[in-house]
């Protein structure tokens, strides 16, 4: 090290470049990866993904709609409407197998918690998601598609929300289109 104390290097000239600004900002990033998850769905009608985020903006965990572990997603049914209740995606009324892209993230999670978290998803929660993100510490939901906000599982969940002091944000919408070349 030289007398100034800077190792050698006050010679040293630096350069100012600005940053590049078309790059994607946080909520965008985070809701596309969603958007990216839900294309592992196997759901030919609903495609549904997730990301729950840190305080830190770190991604925590990841999911998307699709048959629970173990089961078959060649075996179980995938629709609705058939006569037979075997074949409808609904068994006799109830709910049907699938897992949401909401529980996956939650229980998929690379940390002991998600309190404190955000969740980034492609689709408003049902009402059972909505318990699920509640009860796990789940302190925002930023939300794109907006056609279950107005169904009465979404209004459960709006109102399970409010009395949980859980932040509903519905995600701003910058119009710009991500595409990924795989080619």
Same mark, same amino acid.
């Given at each position: ?45 609903? !495609? ?33 409407? !058939?006569?037979?209740?075997? !074949? ?38 049902? @009402? ?6 509640? !009860? ?38 910058? @119009? ?8």
């Amino acid at each position: 090290m030289n007398g100034n104390g800077r190792g050698g290097l006050s010679g040293l000239k630096i350069i100012s470049q600005a940053k590049r600004e078309n790059y994607l900002q946080w909520d965008e990033y985070f809701m596309a990866l969603a958007f990216l998850s839900a294309m592992r769905s196997k759901d030919p009608v609903t !495609q549904v993904g997730a990301c729950i985020v840190d305080s830190e903006n770190k991604i925590v965990s990841m999911g998307y709609n699709g048959m629970p572990v173990g089961l078959s997603d060649d075996e179980l049914p995938w629709t609705k409407g !058939q006569e037979d209740p075997l !074949q409808n995606k609904n068994f006799y009324g109830f709910v049907y197998p699938v897992c949401h892209a909401e529980l996956n993230a939650v229980l998929n999670k690379n940390t002991l918690s998600v309190k404190g978290c955000k969740i980034y998803t492609t689709l408003f929660p049902c @009402h059972e998601c909505a318990k699920v993100m509640i !009860q796990s510490g789940i302190r925002e939901v930023i939300y794109f598609d907006e056609k279950r906000v107005s169904t009465p599982s979404g209004d459960a969940s709006k109102i399970m929300f409010l009395k949980a002091n859980v932040k509903l944000t519905p995600f701003e919408r910058t @119009h710009r289109k991500i595409t990924i070349d795989l080619s």
